[in-house]
């Protein structure tokens, strides 16, 4: 009995000397407990509707000169990239002249909440990417010819065999001072034609985004509001200035008629040099 006490006193004194050297528990001031907070994004959805391309976080109504004739809705180039909208031109109703004159493009109208024209921007054209591939594009434009009397068919009365009158040969159209403006400022495209050009069947560039731009809402404008006639507003107003012109020489015979052209603005996932 001696012998098996004296065994376990011995082990009771080790145990006493040892639970002296281990350390006790440390409480620190805060508990820190990690976890996740995830997000997933996928293609958004395309058909922006048009914004002031002076703010473009401002939705706006635009109005086509003929109010008649409604704003088309936007073009899809695939999933997450329009081409939202695009102005159509107007240079009023002009008294025929035997000079050459130049002609002033009204600026866009902008309709209120009641459907009445509550102002004009500049006129311009809308991309929206929302791809999420960060590709760029690029956004030209044409004309399918020349100015022509309206109800002409330029396929069967091309201008070189068409009646006297019925084109305004000569006739130029010219942009300047384009300028482009958008909701994701990081990533704004680094081609934009600011030049002076004239145009026609021809695509002209107006702005491209290269890989890792153009991402967001992009709108391109030609000129500034105070750039444009404000007063200019019904479709038969004669404007007095803007950065769009029309010039016709005043060789050119001229018809007591209407004269249209059609601007094809095309948006390709092309992206710029």
């Known amino acids: ?33 990690d976890t996740s907070g995830d997000v997933k994004f996928v293609t958004g959805d395309t058909g922006t509707k048009p914004v002031d391309p002076t703010d473009p976080e401002k939705p706006v109504t635009p109005e086509n000169p003929d109010p008649t004739d409604p704003v088309k809705p936007p073009v899809e180039v695939t999933k997450g990239l329009s081409l939202d909208f695009a102005s159509s031109l107007a240079f009023g109703k002009q008294k025929i002249s035997a000079k050459s004159e130049t002609y002033y493009a009204h600026g866009q109208k902008i309709l209120d909440g ?44 091309p201008e070189t065999a068409a009646p006297l009158g019925t084109y305004l040969t000569g006739a130029d159209l010219k942009f300047s001072k384009g300028v482009t403006n958008g909701t994701v400022t990081p990533a704004k495209p680094s081609n934009v034609n600011s030049a002076t050009f004239s145009l026609n069947t021809s695509d002209q560039v107006l702005m491209s985004a290269k890989a890792n731009e153009g991402m967001g809402t992009w709108t391109y404008a030609l000129g500034a509001t105070a750039d444009y006639d404000s007063s200019a507003r019904s479709q038969d107003a004669v404007a007095a200035q803007s950065p769009i012109t029309l010039t016709v020489p005043g060789s050119t015979a001229k018809k007591a008629a209407a004269y249209t052209t059609t601007l094809i603005w095309k948006l390709s996932d092309t992206p710029g040099n």
């Open 1 to 33: 009995m001696n012998k098996i006490y004296i065994k376990s006193a011995a082990a009771l004194a080790a145990l006493m000397l040892v639970g002296p050297l281990i350390a006790p528990p440390v409480f620190a001031a805060n508990a820190n407990y």
């Open 114 to 157: 009641n459907g009445a024209v509550s102002g004009i921007v500049p006129n311009y054209a809308q991309v929206t990417d929302v791809r999420g591939n960060f590709a760029g594009w690029t956004l030209s434009v044409a004309t399918d010819g020349q100015f022509r009397e309206k109800g002409t068919d330029i396929t069967s009365t």
